[in-house]
């Protein structure tokens, strides 16, 4: 039904940016939440950024005040501007959608953040 395909990791160096874009094929209504979780080697996987159907957002700790997320008016995408990268970064990173009470996930993609 509904696929989830995230695009724009990569390998950067600490202090620069990335932009990450998920888009959503299939049906998808009234998505109530969109956003983006993500992954690192031995550890859980932790919200990084989501946004409602209102436009309300939520942020980790770790990454509030470095990154931004947006959806555009359809709600069929959303993106995740991180700037001033850290190592600690370095993740798998999951797109997510929550439409009712279903939940759907890319994926994934890799971004590393090294010197």
């Known amino acids: 039904q509904v696929q989830l395909g995230e695009s724009g990791g990569g390998l950067v160096q600490p202090g620069e940016s990335l932009r990450l874009s998920c888009a959503a094929s299939g049906r998808l209504f009234r998505p109530n939440v969109l956003g983006w979780y993500r992954q690192a080697p031995g550890k859980r996987r932790e919200l990084v950024a989501s946004?409602?159907?209102?436009?309300?957002?939520d942020y980790g700790d770790p990454v509030k005040g470095r990154f931004t997320v947006s959806r555009e008016n359809a709600k069929n995408t959303v993106d995740l501007q991180m700037n001033s990268l850290k190592p600690e970064d370095t993740a798998v990173y999951y797109c997510?959608?929550?439409?009712?009470?279903?939940?759907?996930w890319g994926q994934g993609t890799q971004v590393t953040v090294s010197s």
């Open positions: 946004v409602s159907s209102g436009g309300s957002t």
């Open positions: 997510y959608a929550m439409v009712g009470y279903k939940e759907y």
